[in-house]
T-cell receptor
């Protein structure tokens, strides 16, 4: 039973264009959402997060949008760069405990 | 700061053998997490510790898996006996406290059971 779902295993985007990665969740107790980025042979690294009291958080080229009613969040990367090619994990946690639940990840390919 | 240190980086073992994975969290972090990454299931949380005490081990797949944290600077994940389906990348992560939502991950241990 996947509580955090990333339904697109992979995504290819032209360099310079916008990359949009999507994520859905089922647990209404989740109140904090995160995106992690992972390169091959490395551990995931924290990218950006958003609290459930907000609907948007921006950090440079990265913006995360949260739609609580739809239990959906998305990560926008604009403009996309070659170094953005990686696996992106959507993750969520509730205030009840410390654990973060991850989705299966989406592999992003930035095409030259 | 050396980050979260995991060893070994790669482990190849025969089915039935005991495997021990090791993790040194970032100094001062009081929460430690073990995750497993597979193609089918993505990143799964196996177990996590807070102040060296196991808090939630509901993700541990079966009795063949065990984890310990004897002190604040060391944790082990043991599989005995190992099976081919245990082949995966195992990550350890640590965080400063429950209010710090960002984990720092180690580079992982790639386990292959043949």
């Amino acid at each position: 039973d996947q509580q955090v779902k990333q339904n697109s295993p992979s995504l290819s985007v032209q360099e310079g264009r916008i990359s949009i990665l999507n994520c859905d969740y089922t647990n209404s107790m989740f109140d904090y959402f995160l995106w992690y980025k992972k390169y091959p042979a490395e551990g995931p690294t924290f990218l950006i997060s958003i609290s459930s009291i907000k609907d948007k958080n921006e950090d440079g080229r990265f913006t995360v949008f949260l739609n609580k009613s739809a239990k959906h969040l998305s990560l926008h990367i604009v403009p996309s760069q070659p170094g953005d090619s990686a696996v992106y994990f959507c993750a969520a946690r509730s205030h009840r405990d410390d654990k973060i639940i991850f989705g299966k990840g989406t592999r992003l390919h930035i095409l030259p | 700061d050396a980050g979260v240190i995991q060893s070994p980086r790669h482990e190849v073992t025969e089915m039935g053998q005991e495997v021990t994975l090791r993790c040194k969290p970032i100094s001062g972090h009081n929460s430690l997490f073990w995750y497993r990454q597979t193609m089918m299931r993505g990143l799964e949380l196996l177990i996590y510790f807070n102040n060296n005490v196991p808090i939630d081990d509901s993700g541990m797949p079966e009795d063949r898996f065990s984890a310990k944290m004897p002190n604040a600077s060391f944790s082990t994940l043991k599989i005995q006996p190992s099976e081919p389906r245990d082949s995966a990348v195992y990550f350890c992560a640590s965080s400063l406290d429950s209010a710090n939502y960002g984990y720092t991950f180690g580079s992982g241990t790639r386990l292959t059971v043949v």
